[in-house]
T-cell receptor, first 112, second 113 residues
Framework: KQEVTQIPAALSVPEGENLVLNCSFT??????LQWFRQDPGKGLTSLLL?????RERTSGRLNASLDKSSGRSTLYIAASQPGDSATYLC???????????FGKGTHLIIQP | EPEVTQTPSHQVTQMGQEVILRCVPI?????FYWYRQILGQKVEFLVS????????KSEIFDDQFSVERPDGSNFTLKIRSTKLEDSAMYFC???????????FGPGTRLTVT
């Protein structure tokens, strides 16, 4: 059974810093990995999808990498802003499954 | 930009009652999903739906749950006899293809009293 772990569980940094969020998964037979942002009491906003054949995707200040063989992904956020404060979720799809398996998330606070 | 919508945003019901949660997926998407998130816990997959039938369901999706696409736009989740432990945020999602990006709606918060 796929398990997804996210480290750290919480992170607080001053505005302007670059930061890295980590995600690991136990079964490397994935189709893709998706990073989401969740604001309190709200839905999930898709940030980036990386297909299993890809190593990296970039969108604005966000860069996500995937090392399928080691079961790891990182989300790099450059020049963090207070508006980046949210919970960031990592989710994988694979192993013949339709549904996404989620991590518990990293709760990020950017201090102004 | 197209988005997934869900109604109602909040539903309060008594234990044992039936509830129907509604979703309108993105119009050209082919795969539809329901997930739930109990307060403070991970988002969990419930069911996927493709070509007017269930494609996959999790252990959570027991006989109390059912899904339907009653027309060309709506996708519904029915819980026949709600329990206290069904209290959660329920998210609908859709994707164009099975391994394509899933887009989530804002969720319906279900409170069972």
């Amino acid at each position: 059974k796929q398990e997804v772990t996210q480290i750290p569980a919480a992170l607080s940094v001053p505005e302007g810093e670059n930061l890295v969020l980590n995600c690991s998964f136990t079964d490397s037979a994935i189709y893709n990995l998706q990073w989401f942002r969740q604001d309190p009491g709200k839905g999930l906003t898709s940030l980036l999808l990386i297909q299993s054949s890809q190593r990296e995707r970039t969108s604005g200040r966000l860069n996500a990498s995937l090392d399928k063989s080691s079961g790891r992904s990182t989300l790099y956020i450059a020049a963090s802003q207070p508006g980046d404060s949210a919970t960031y979720l990592c989710a994988v799809q694979g192993g013949g499954a339709d549904g996404l398996t989620f991590g518990k998330g990293t709760h990020l606070i950017i201090q102004p | 930009e197209p988005e997934v919508t869900q109604t109602p945003s909040h539903q309060v019901t008594q234990m044992g009652q039936e509830v129907i949660l509604r979703c309108v997926p993105i119009s050209n998407h082919l795969y539809f999903y329901w997930y739930r998130q109990i307060l403070g816990q991970k988002v969990e997959f419930l069911v996927s739906f493709y070509n007017n039938e269930i494609s996959e369901k999790s252990e959570i999706f027991d006989d109390q749950f059912s899904v339907e696409r009653p027309d060309g736009s709506n996708f519904t989740l029915k819980i026949r006899s709600t329990k206290l432990e069904d209290s959660a945020m329920y998210f609908c999602a859709s994707s164009f293809g099975l391994t394509r990006e899933q887009y989530f709606g804002p969720g319906t918060r279900l409170t069972v009293t």
